[in-house]
């Protein structure tokens, strides 16, 4: 850490990892079981607690707490992880908590922006290049697949599961799953469309945009049951697209549902 600056006012346990190139501000906290990836940035008033992982290249804005144990009553101590990946920001006052012995430790990928106010609980994963607009809160054990996009003010029911490449609008209430390439809005929560313009943007071809609307208009446009849809899809396309029979897999394994 030859080449790390640490402010004076902060304090750095001497066990703490903390890589060459890191910038640590004013007032920061930093326990003894925690690495600090090279050339990150600890703005001011951030608190690494014991079990957090900070990649490569992140920046941590003031009052942000990562690896604060987990709010959960059957949490006794156990040492447990808060991961956070590379080139990740998180904003002000985003709170990662470590994982309990259910999983053993709560993730954020590579290359997100979690924005200011935005909880993500013990035992979650979040994928690559997520986004998490402001005040959303991520109840324990949801999963939110890479290139997911989760609007403002959202909240998400414990277990709850957000697939990849998903979208969900502002101030909604998650209570099942949205499956994945899906654009959810309006109150109830529903599946308006894919997740076109998105998918477009990331490289995705016509065809296989084509290919995952016409997937979803079977099963959510044809007045049939997901059990019975997604039959009907598979009687009438034999071998589907990765990209669908990933979709597929996702609304099978659902044990919350998924929204419609």
Same mark, same amino acid.
Request: proline letters at 5%; a neutral charge.
């Given at each position: 850490? +030859?080449?790390?600056?640490i402010?004076?006012?902060?304090?750095?346990?001497? %066990?703490?990892h903390?890589?060459? !190139?890191?910038t640590?501000?004013?007032?920061?906290?930093?326990?003894?079981?925690?690495v600090?990836g090279?050339r990150t940035? *600890?703005?001011?008033?951030?608190? #690494?607690?014991?079990?957090? &992982?900070i990649?490569?290249? $992140?920046?941590?804005?003031p009052s942000v707490?990562?690896?604060?144990?987990?709010?959960?009553l059957?949490y006794?101590?156990e040492?447990?992880?808060?991961?956070?990946?590379?080139?990740?920001?998180?904003?002000?006052?985003?709170?990662?908590?470590?994982?309990?012995?259910?999983?053993g430790?709560a993730?954020?990928g590579?290359d $997100?922006? /979690?924005?200011?106010?935005?909880?993500?609980?013990?035992d979650c994963?979040v994928?690559?290049n997520v /986004?998490?607009?402001n005040g959303v809160q #991520? !109840?324990?054990h949801?999963?939110?697949?890479?290139w997911?996009?989760?609007? !403002?003010?959202?909240?998400?029911h414990?277990?709850?599961? @957000?697939?990849?490449?998903?979208?969900i !609008?502002? $101030?909604? &209430? @998650?209570?099942? %799953?949205?499956?994945p390439?899906a654009?959810c809005?309006?109150?109830?929560l529903?599946?308006?469309?894919?997740n076109?313009?998105?998918l477009?943007?990331?490289?995705?071809? %016509?065809?296989t945009v084509?290919?995952i609307?016409?997937?979803?208009?079977? #099963?959510?446009?044809?007045g *049939?049951?997901t059990t019975?849809? *997604?039959?009907?899809?598979?009687?009438?396309?034999? +071998?589907p #697209?990765?990209?669908?029979a990933?979709? /597929?897999?996702?609304i099978?394994?659902?044990? &919350?549902?998924?929204?419609?």
């Amino acid at each position: 850490m +030859s080449s790390s600056v640490i402010h004076p006012s902060s304090v750095v346990h001497p %066990d703490a990892h903390i890589a060459e !190139g890191v910038t640590i501000g004013p007032f920061c906290s930093v326990a003894a079981n925690v690495v600090v990836g090279a050339r990150t940035q *600890l703005r001011s008033h951030v608190v #690494l607690d014991d079990g957090a &992982r900070i990649g490569a290249d $992140c920046v941590l804005y003031p009052s942000v707490v990562v690896g604060a144990p987990p709010q959960d009553l059957k949490y006794a101590g156990e040492p447990t992880l808060a991961i956070v990946g590379d080139r990740t920001t998180l904003r002000e006052g985003v709170t990662v908590n470590r994982g309990t012995t259910s999983s053993g430790r709560a993730t954020v990928g590579s290359d $997100c922006l /979690i924005m200011a106010y935005v909880h993500v609980a013990h035992d979650c994963s979040v994928g690559d290049n997520v /986004i998490i607009a402001n005040g959303v809160q #991520l !109840g324990g054990h949801v999963e939110v697949g890479s290139w997911a996009i989760i609007g !403002g003010l959202t909240g998400i029911h414990q277990f709850c599961r @957000v697939g990849a490449h998903s979208m969900i !609008g502002a $101030c909604s &209430r @998650v209570v099942k %799953d949205v499956p994945p390439y899906a654009l959810c809005g309006k109150e109830p929560l529903s599946v308006e469309g894919i997740n076109a313009v998105g998918l477009r943007r990331r490289g995705f071809s %016509d065809a296989t945009v084509r290919a995952i609307d016409e997937f979803y208009t079977v #099963l959510l446009r044809s007045g *049939l049951n997901t059990t019975d849809g *997604l039959r009907a899809y598979e009687s009438s396309y034999a +071998s589907p #697209l990765p990209e669908v029979a990933e979709a /597929i897999a996702f609304i099978r394994s659902s044990k &919350r549902g998924i929204y419609r």
